[in-house]
């Protein structure tokens, strides 16, 4: 993907899948050029969603579930759903691996311990069973003692990692043919972040040109710029969940009260959650306002090292389609 920008659109699994697969169809005729499926647990599953896209919507756009976690799916049903993908939709299926939500894996009976080990050693088995040899691994999460495919993928499908911390991102430079950045950074945590990937990708012998860098930004367009901040400004309350994303919160230097913003998605309280997130925050941390707004912000993201924007379309049908439109705009500028 490197040295030309490709435009993503993301599904979150909050609404039906007949009207994401609607919305897909239309992402797709307007330039994107891949469809992002979060896992969200408790919602609707991503790649379910991806094998239904795979048949409905036509074209040769990406299929990604993400973060697919390692805490909660074994690596062989999951390596086995990945290369049913491609044999259905063959050169399209891709995944991005990661930890998942701290308070929603807490939800599940899960802990998130040693995350960076976890998904390096996911990631090393999705690989080596997509070769189609049987896979001996003991590693302190993934165990496989001669597991194989029938059905190996005809072409390489792309691994991305789901990355915030340090760490993490560093894993993503040194095993990932991609990284993808969580919603609610700044432009200045992009550069950040993308930077401490590609380092790790130059020390690691590998060639940085050739790390995929993908980022979720929530993304709302209506003619009054105001009513699309409101839009972003409670998916921004959602995403702050995640206690990762304090060090970007403080870098940036805007007042949130994150531990309240967490307190009250915990209770489900997304009213309470969503005062808490000022007009500063969603224009730091998301791409909401006018059409020509949204292509000057879309634009800011890219320059901070982005070459996959994966937008998170949001509003009303009308604000959707005016986001369709800045897709198609900017696509038509960056082809």
């Known amino acids: 993907m490197a040295g030309r920008v490709r435009i993503g659109v993301n599904f979150d699994g909050f609404v039906p899948t007949g009207e994401a697969i609607a919305l897909a169809k239309d992402a797709v005729a307007a330039g994107a050029g891949s469809l992002w499926v979060a896992e969200h647990l408790g919602y609707r599953e991503a790649i379910a969603t991806c094998m239904a896209f795979a048949f409905a919507v036509p074209g040769e756009a990406a299929l990604v579930p993400t973060a697919v976690s390692p805490y909660v799916s074994h690596a062989v049903?999951?390596?086995m759903a990945l290369a049913t993908l491609d044999e259905v939709a063959p050169g399209r299926a891709a995944i991005a691996?990661?930890?998942?939500?701290?308070?929603?894996?807490k939800e599940a009976g899960q802990a998130m311990v040693k995350p960076v080990a976890a998904v390096r050693e996911f990631v090393a088995a999705l690989r080596a069973l997509w070769t189609g040899e049987p896979v001996?691994?003991?590693?302190?999460?993934?165990?496989?003692?001669g597991a194989r495919l029938a059905v190996v993928p005809k072409t390489s499908i792309p691994v991305y990692v789901a990355a915030i911390g340090p760490d993490m991102l560093k894993l993503a430079g040194r095993v990932g043919d991609g990284v993808v950045l969580s919603a609610g950074l700044s432009t200045d945590s992009v550069r950040q972040s993308i930077a401490h990937c590609l380092e790790a990708a130059t020390g690691a012998g590998r060639d940085p040109g050739?790390?995929?860098r993908a980022g979720y930004i929530f993304f709302a367009a209506s003619r009054d710029g105001s009513a699309a901040r409101d839009i972003v400004r409670e998916r921004l309350a959602f995403v702050m969940r995640n206690k990762f994303l304090a060090e970007n919160i403080k870098a940036s230097g805007i007042a949130v009260d994150h531990e309240a913003v967490i307190a009250a998605i915990a209770r489900r309280d997304i009213a309470g959650a969503t005062a808490l997130v000022s007009d500063e925050a969603v224009d730091a941390f998301g791409i909401a306002g006018t059409p020509d707004h949204c292509m000057q912000r879309l634009a800011d993201f890219?320059?901070?090292?982005?070459?996959?924007?994966v937008l998170g379309l949001l509003g009303t049908p009308e604000d959707c389609a005016l986001g369709l439109d800045v897709i198609r705009r900017f696509a038509a500028e960056t082809q």
């Open 210 to 212: 050739k790390i995929g």
């Open 97 to 105: 691996v990661g930890t998942g939500n701290p308070m929603f894996l």
């Open 136 to 145: 001996h691994t003991e590693g302190d999460f993934v165990r496989l003692a």
């Open 77 to 79: 049903p999951t390596a």
């Open 302 to 309: 890219v320059a901070a090292g982005l070459d996959e924007p």
